[in-house]
């Protein structure tokens, strides 16, 4: 008898197609490339559907890096790269024997590749980021404009405004207007500078000039390479809940300083950077160890103080968030020889705040305030040195060179409490004779 079973044949077509079907769900896709700018570097990064597995090499004549992706497909074409990179002038694809798919850069110079994989975070998936650096490593010089000074002409202050995230790190994000935190923070940066180069004696420089990432570490170097006087860090606050707003100012916590503490101590020997001005590759332990507490706690006191006035003007403009400076143990705050805040502008996660961070009126108030705080710390505190504490200096001579006449004083006391002739006061002020008033002022000669 001739039994038939209907399913059998489709259950026998399943199992003979299930590895076909498992190689297929374990295909990554790649589902789009992008390029980021940077003044030392560009990074490309891959968004992926999965973690995958890769490898990267270098070929010469041409020069071009090769990326070949193992059991990996291509969503859709790859769109075109933003131009005016330095290192790569086109992008190459296809798809390799072996479920294999093999992307070409063509370089413009040789480079040295720096690359890793990142797990989801945000509204990002999978990626794989590839940094390309130059081969020979040189770091781009620093640069001023105007005329060369001698090293005994004063200088001017330098302030370092880090605009918080960038590139592919867009930050906090808003609900209603979808706002980012990077190009809030960007255009607040970018106001303040102009209104600190704008002050005589003083200028500022940026950590990043425009939408791409720069690491945390990075920016305190960026920060001392420019001997910076001050280190200021903007951001936009975000809470799950959407009522929570208020600008708020944060300092380093002494644990944090701890923990860099350690850090330091651990690397002196390899140290390249200056605390206070003296390096530490060549003190032993407890020297370097004293050294490096003494130079944190001058700086923190110093965050303190003009964290402080930075906090008094941005309450001036809105709500704070808390009605002191907050401690927080935040990476760009720790270098140990730069006084450093961190701004947190307002909570780009409340509609109303959002819509005042992407307001270029609102970011110009934020600006002034956050610049009045600075200006006012370095009119209490100028470094030696600069501009502003030689003009300080100046006015204390002037006021030291007056005297305003007391009950009682006489000409000639005047002069021996000054250490003048009675003479050349009468001649410096156009005294006739030696009759002086109550609240008649002196000018006092100097000697």
């Known amino acids: 008898m001739n039994i038939r079973y209907p399913g059998f044949h489709f259950c026998l077509l399943v199992l003979l197609l299930l590895p076909v079907w498992a190689e297929a769900a374990s295909t990554t896709e790649i589902q789009g490339l992008r390029l980021w700018n940077a003044p030392d570097h560009t990074r ?124 592919e790190d867009p930050g906090a994000r808003g609900k209603r207007l979808r706002a980012r935190e990077k190009d809030v923070t960007l255009a607040i940066a970018r106001k303040l500078k102009r209104l600190i180069d704008a002050e005589p004696g003083m200028r500022a420089i940026l950590t990043r000039k425009g939408d791409y990432y720069v690491g945390l570490r990075k920016r305190m170097q960026i920060a001392r390479r420019h001997h910076a006087d001050l280190f200021v860090s903007i951001h936009a606050d975000a809470f799950r809940n959407s009522k929570a707003r208020g600008a708020s100012v944060f300092v380093l916590s002494r644990r944090g300083a701890s923990s860099e503490a350690a850090r330091w101590l651990a690397a002196k020997e390899n140290a390249s950077d200056l605390v206070g001005g003296v390096s530490l590759d060549d003190k032993d332990d407890i020297l370097a160890s004293v050294l490096l507490d003494l130079a944190q706690t001058g700086t923190l006191a110093a965050s303190m103080r003009a964290a402080t006035l930075v906090h008094r003007e941005m309450g001036k403009i809105g709500k704070l968030h808390g009605d002191r400076i907050q401690n927080a143990g935040f990476v760009v705050l720790k270098s140990p020889d730069i006084p450093s805040m961190l701004v947190e502008t307002g909570f780009i996660s409340n509609p109303t705040e959002e819509r005042n961070l992407t307001s270029g009126r609102h970011q110009q108030k934020i600006a002034k305030a956050i610049f009045r705080g600075i200006r006012r710390y370095f009119q209490l505190e100028p470094p030696p040195g600069t501009r502003l504490a030689l003009e300080k200096q100046k006015k204390l001579e002037q006021q030291a060179s007056r005297y305003v006449i007391q009950p009682g004083d006489t000409l000639s006391e005047i002069a021996a409490k000054h250490s003048v002739s009675v003479a050349s006061l009468r001649s410096e002020n156009r005294l006739k004779s030696d009759q002086i008033r109550v609240g008649q002022v002196l000018r006092i000669p100097r000697t």
């Open 44 to 167: 490309l990064v891959f968004d992926l559907s999965s973690t995958v597995e890769y490898r990267l090499f270098t070929l010469e004549k041409p020069h071009r890096l090769v990326i070949d992706f193992n059991a990996t497909s291509l969503r859709k074409k790859l769109g075109n790269l933003p131009s005016g990179s330095r290192h790569v002038s086109k992008v190459r694809y296809a798809a390799q024997p072996g479920n294999r798919f093999r992307v070409v850069l063509d370089l413009q110079l040789p480079v040295r590749p720096r690359s890793f994989l990142l797990r989801p975070s945000g509204e990002y998936g999978h990626r794989l980021v590839i940094d390309l650096y130059d081969r020979n490593g040189q770091v781009q010089p620093v640069t001023t404009t105007g005329k060369k000074k001698s090293a005994s002409a004063p200088r001017d202050i330098v302030v370092a405004i880090d605009p918080g995230h960038g590139g």
